[in-house]
């Protein structure tokens, strides 16, 4: 089993920052990409961000330049921190990890979390 837990949504106003933590545990034996979704009324979801196991990152168009995501591989953790929030920016936000849980398997499959929700006040 594996299990993906989020911590620190909440509400902020405009202007201002949060950091987002998800931990990844359970039965892993390789986890590779992991990143942040979100997902807000209305909408599909959507990549905010994410990083390979090598350091390489993937940002969405719209958070470029204020969100910053980043992994300690020893820990299978990954942050988000945001900043200069918007109200549009205001989703749950989903963790998402890419992880293999069988050595007799080179298959990696995608888990999330539970979601967390980040609400921006204008």
């Known amino acids: 089993q594996v299990q993906l837990v989020e911590s620190g949504g909440g509400l902020v106003q405009a202007g201002g920052s949060l950091r987002l933590s998800c931990a990844a545990s359970?039965?892993?034996?390789?986890?590779?990409?992991m990143g942040w979704y979100r997902e807000a009324p209305g909408k599909q979801r959507e990549l905010v961000a994410a990083?390979?196991?090598?350091?390489?990152?993937n940002y969405a168009d719209a958070v470029k330049g204020r969100f910053t995501v980043s992994r300690d591989n020893a820990k299978n953790t990954v942050y988000l921190q945001m900043t200069s929030l918007k109200p549009e920016d205001t989703a749950v936000y989903y963790c998402?990890?890419?992880?293999?849980?069988?050595?007799?398997?080179?298959?990696?499959?995608?888990?999330w979390g539970q979601g967390t929700q980040v609400t921006v006040s204008s």
């Open positions: 998402s990890a890419f992880l293999r849980t069988s050595y007799y398997s080179g298959s990696y499959n995608q888990y």
């Open positions: 359970g039965s892993i034996v390789s986890l590779n990409g």
């Open positions: 990083m390979l196991s090598g350091g390489s990152t």
